[in-house]
């Protein structure tokens, strides 16, 4: 019997040891390339560069389920000493989209293996990008990739979960909106000991913080999750001449879509404000904005139902919403959708190590699970879903 946690487990470790960044993925897209021509599928990047789209009984009419998995990496120095260690310097999958891009590939074979049993399409959805200012998804969304899809199945790794745990959280979001931005401020440089000639840029940016820290706190309902961070500052070249610009990046998280519209308002405000008020400018800009992904009730409760069928009522969980981003929320503001996450916390770790961590490890007993949830959704699914009940 063919073991398809273990051919998923070698895909995985093929694909950590050449993490790629943003839409350069040429090692990762020939690993899935080779995969899905040996399983005699087509695929097609139409709806995104370096995405990979394939369909599993494409002559099929009627119900169509995607399932997601996303393939790029992050630029983190690996500190994990493994036989598969990264081998490409400053360069990590260090939030599992190795795992996940292997988990759908071995989803992907034991359905073509059972393609005689399976009554409906399946689209495989490997996307770019996620990690990057500008997502995936959100190009594979705009360009009509889940127009012939009725719904679809993310997964995502927690590595502070143990190994049996499928955490699937309840309708609504689970997540946050996540929104990068970027300000520079200008204002003219002149000589410290003749400051009444210039306008001062770091003035203007530190004292746009201190507005905008205090709009968070004083302006928006405490009841509602915020969280404001100015992450990068930059400015000037030396300590006598009055700093002529500053260029800043912040990011915005929240729970709800009028407080981040509202936020986003005012700190654009804020800062333009500001500027002209210290006698200099501001250009205020959204570089990256993900919407919170979005569970749908029906989509849970099928998830749910085919997860304890296969591993008990006792192995789902469900964890706090985060504020993290994740853009397989753009696929979730047009179809009903669910994303689930399957511990894989290493039987020896002695701390937790979250994502996006020079240290992130899992454990591959996360393989089979994964594999599973996945196929036996698609399999209590494939005559289609009632989403009116």
């Known amino acids: 019997m063919f073991d398809y946690a273990a051919y998923a487990q070698r ?10 960044i943003g839409y350069d993925l040429p090692k990762t897209l020939a690993v899935v390339h080779r995969e899905l021509d040996a399983m005699g599928l087509s695929y097609t990047d139409k709806y995104c560069r370096s995405s990979v789209v394939s369909v599993i009984n494409d002559e099929m009419k009627g119900f169509t389920i995607g399932l997601r998995a996303d393939m790029d990496a ?12 990264s081998r490409i310097d400053g360069q990590m999958h260090a939030c599992g989209h190795d795992f996940h891009t292997a988990v759908l590939l071995a989803v992907a074979k034991y359905l073509v293996d059972h393609k005689d049993q399976l009554r409906c399409r399946v689209k495989l959805l490997f996307t770019p990008a996620e990690e990057y200012e500008d997502p995936g998804c959100k190009h594979m969304a705009e360009n009509g990739v889940m127009d012939d899809v ?18 699937i959280n309840d309708a609504g979001g689970t997540n946050g909106n996540s929104m990068g931005f970027k300000v520079d401020f200008y204002g003219k440089s002149a000589h410290a000991a003749a400051q009444y000639r210039g306008k001062d840029a770091i003035l203007m940016a530190v004292d746009a913080i201190t507005a905008m820290e205090f709009m968070v706190a004083k302006e928006v309902d405490g009841r509602k999750c915020k969280v404001l961070n100015i992450g990068s500052i930059h400015g000037g070249k030396t300590n006598n001449v009055i700093c002529d610009h500053v260029s800043m990046f912040g990011t915005l998280r929240t729970w709800d879509d009028d407080v ?3 936020i986003t308002a005012r700190l654009q405000q804020i800062c333009e404000n500001v500027a002209t008020t210290c006698g200099g400018s501001a250009d205020f800009r959204v570089v990256k904005f ?11 409760e099928k998830l749910r139902a085919s997860t304890a069928k296969i591993f008990g009522e006792k192995s789902i969980v469900q964890k706090p919403r985060t504020l993290g981003g994740e853009d397989f929320a753009f696929f979730s503001r047009i179809k009903p959708t669910v994303q689930f996450k399957v511990g ?5 770790a002695t701390e937790q190590i979250a994502g996006h961590n020079g240290k992130f490890r899992i454990d591959n007993g996360g393989f089979p699970i994964a594999i599973k949830v996945f196929t036996q959704f698609v399999f209590d ?6 989403f009116n009940k």
């Open 11 to 20: 895909l995985r470790e093929e694909i950590h040891m050449y993490p790629e």
């Open 260 to 262: 981040n519209d509202y």
């Open 290 to 300: 993900m919407p919170y992904n979005r569970n749908h009730p029906v989509m849970v």
């Open 344 to 348: 894989v916390e290493p039987a020896d």
């Open 74 to 85: 992050l630029p983190i120095q690996e500190e994990v000493d493994v036989p598969f260690k």
């Open 381 to 386: 699914n494939m005559d289609g879903i009632d």
């Open 150 to 167: 009725d719904c679809a199945v993310a997964i995502h790794v927690n590595s502070k979960a143990k190994v049996g745990e499928v955490q």
